[in-house]
């Protein structure tokens, strides 16, 4: 069974606006990453963010991480149509399996 | 640099037969790992090999086997296919233990079972 959860699992939004997206993990983590898939392709890793550490940024991109509630949230600011994609955060410790949620499928309307 | 690649891209077999699946790793990683993902889901871990040898391993049948080799390109086997192996097969590989955190992915092979 798949440890993490996306939520909301599809997200549609306007060009220009921003998008946010949640993820919550049940077990202990020493990082947390978010990927982004298009159209069923392979993986493109986004960002990585440490269990000790709150927020990170990358570009248009901005993630949390609560450990005390386990769950992490991605936002990605002034969206573009290249950004329609299906976003997964998978929770890792080291060099361990990464676990998967079932993903948010984002559209991005021109 | 090459990432990671992975061939074939797309491969159809019928129910029964057997299927090798191909992946080289980012140059200067040496740690494989497959997942299965099924249409509409995230990636399943399937195993995971490291100095030739399966450290890890989820919950998959032995008809779900692989091999590492000394240059740590992986293949992936599945014997007696059936319908519901039908997915896209996902490599990755990372760096040594204690080193960077991050898994990449290659861009998968994409498995029809009929």
């Known amino acids: 069974s798949q440890q993490g959860e996306e939520d909301p699992q599809a997200l549609s939004i306007q060009e220009g606006e921003n998008a946010t997206m949640n993820c919550s993990y049940k077990?202990?983590?020493?990082?947390l990453q978010w990927y982004r898939q298009n159209s069923g392709r392979g993986l493109v890793h986004l960002i990585l963010i440490r269990s000790n550490e709150r927020e990170k940024h990358s570009g248009r991109l901005r993630v949390t991480l609560d450990t005390s509630k386990k769950s992490s949230s991605l936002l990605i600011t002034a969206s573009r149509a290249a950004d329609t994609a299906s976003y997964f955060c998978a929770s890792g410790r080291g060099n361990t399996p990464l676990v998967f949620g079932k993903g948010t499928r984002l559209s991005v309307i021109a | 640099d090459a990432g990671v690649t992975q061939s074939p891209t797309h491969l159809i077999k019928t129910r029964g037969q057997q299927v090798t699946l191909r992946c080289s790793p980012k140059?200067?990683?040496?740690?494989v790992s497959w997942y299965q993902q099924a249409l509409g889901q995230g990636p399943q871990f399937i195993f995971q090999y490291y100095e030739e040898e399966e450290r890890q391993r989820g919950n998959f049948p032995d008809r779900f086997s692989g091999h590492q080799f000394p240059n740590y390109s992986s293949e992936l086997n599945v014997n007696a296919l059936l319908l519901g192996d039908s997915a896209l097969y996902l490599c990755a590989s990372s760096s040594p233990p204690g080193l960077e955190e991050t898994q990449y992915f290659g861009p998968g092979t994409r498995l029809l079972v009929l």
């Open positions: 140059s200067g990683h040496d740690t």
């Open positions: 077990t202990s983590i020493n990082n």
